[in-house]
């Protein structure tokens, strides 16, 4: 049984860092990240659409991981992993380099105040990380709501390996976050798509 048959027929769904380590994903096929998933709308939405793929969604609320595990379970959708984990320890962690197809992150936490920039996930050092991880060519999606995190983010990517192309764009993935803006009026949003053109060497741990 290769990596990617066991990883799908394995009941677990909500896994801790420590045993995927002992896990070599380089044979789990095409894999797919979400980071932070929330409510898993999304995830679980492309996963139905891809049952050939594998998705990886990472998550630091052991709520929201509970409460995604059982829809997933009543879906019976049996190509999500759910990982409890900051993002930078999962991504430093589980994924040997150049073996992710694709990456997204919808709502980040902006952390808006300056004193709390640096609880910024997209910072240069973790923009290199994911480049490291992703495979040549394969892009990462993020999107925002806050202006202020977009521009700070695009000051974020030189030397990180990437072409970038933003835009603002229209609610379109019906999630918990983007719903709540929704209500409060908010129908711009900002995204940035990542597409990788240079590998970058991991720097050491
Ligand atoms: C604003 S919410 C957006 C949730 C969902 N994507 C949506 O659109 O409804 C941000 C989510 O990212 C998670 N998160 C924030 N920082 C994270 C990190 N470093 N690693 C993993 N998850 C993180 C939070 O717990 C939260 O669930």
Same mark, same amino acid.
């Given at each position: ?37 929330? #409510?898993? @709308? &999304? =995830? ?13 969604? +990472? ?63 997209? #910072?240069? @050092? &973790? =923009? ?13 999606? +993020? ?63």
């Amino acid at each position: 049984m290769d990596t990617r048959e066991s990883l799908c027929e394995s009941p677990v769904i909500i896994a801790d860092r420590e045993a995927w380590k002992e896990t070599n994903l380089k044979d789990a096929g095409t894999i797919e990240v979400e980071i932070g998933f929330g #409510s898993g @709308e &999304y =995830l679980i939405r492309r996963a139905s659409e891809y049952p050939d793929r594998l998705f990886i969604g +990472i998550e630091k609320k052991p709520g929201m991981i509970t409460e995604v595990s059982k829809r997933v379970a009543s879906r019976n959708l049996n190509n999500i992993r759910l990982l409890e984990s900051c993002a930078k320890d999962a991504f430093t962690d589980i994924f040997p380099a150049s073996s992710i197809s694709r990456v997204y992150s919808l709502f980040p936490d902006p952390w808006p105040k300056r004193k709390h920039s640096k609880y910024r996930l997209f #910072s240069t @050092e &973790y =923009l290199r990380l994911l480049n490291n991880r992703l495979i040549f060519g394969c892009e990462a999606l +993020i999107v925002t709501d806050s202006e202020d995190y977009c521009n700070w983010m695009l000051k974020q990517l030189p030397d990180t390996g990437f072409e970038v192309e933003n835009s603002t764009i229209p609610p379109q993935f019906d999630t918990r976050f983007e719903r709540r803006w929704r209500e409060q009026d908010l129908s711009t949003f900002f995204r940035i798509l990542l597409k990788k053109v240079r590998h970058i060497e991991a720097s050491p741990p």
